[in-house]
């Protein structure tokens, strides 16, 4: 897995491992608790950081890491990052010390699963603008509900290019995993709700 950092012009992929990832969960699990206890961001004291909010804290330490040349924590951070929010694959950093990081997700490659899922509804040849209402139905056939496999967590996305289901990445904990749902079901409504 490669996670792209973008500082101004210059892009610096980091590869992290699978085993990588499973070695660092305690850390990963301690820099939760920590957050659970308050953080400052920018100007602003925020009593329990969001799912976002921890996102945007660790990019921060993972920029000021690189700059400092810390591999070490650098590679850390990159790991809660991808540990917490498995789509994304590039943060473009904010420089202005305002902490306005940006996190893309990239398409999931496709990978074959054995899981029920609901079969979306086709959509109309063209664009046509879908009703929030009609939006929302339609994410929720295209975005399947979280599955255990083995003692990790799943969700299936449906791509309607390539007309075939996507499983994501293998999720640490159920919690994670809808949360990361949640993230997907999302996306999708909103380009479902501007196309």
Do not use: C
Request: hydrophobic residues 35%; glycine residues 4%.
């Amino acid at each position: 897995m490669i996670l792209n950092i973008i500082i101004e012009e210059q892009s610096i992929p980091l590869k992290l491992e699978q085993d990588f990832l499973d070695s660092a969960a305690s850390f990963f699990e301690k820099m939760d608790a920590d957050m659970n206890n308050g953080w400052q961001m920018g100007r602003d004291w925020i009593e329990k950081p969001n799912q976002m909010q921890r996102l945007v804290i660790a990019a921060d330490k993972l920029l000021t890491a690189l700059e400092n040349n810390d591999r070490n924590l650098g590679m850390m951070m990159a790991g809660y990052i991808r540990s917490r929010a498995p789509l994304v694959t590039r943060i473009e950093m904010d420089v202005t010390g305002e902490m306005g990081h940006d996190f893309v997700e990239e398409s999931i490659q496709p990978e074959m699963t054995a899981t029920a899922t609901p079969t979306p509804t086709p959509q109309p040849a063209g664009k046509k603008q879908l009703s929030k209402i009609e939006a929302m139905k339609q994410a929720g056939k295209e975005v399947s509900r979280v599955f255990k496999t083995g003692k990790q967590y799943k969700f299936s996305l449906y791509n309607p290019t390539t007309d075939s289901w996507e499983e994501s990445p293998a999720i640490a904990s159920k919690d994670e995993a809808e949360k990361m749902r949640e993230f997907a079901f999302k996306r999708r409504f909103d380009e479902l709700s501007q196309s």
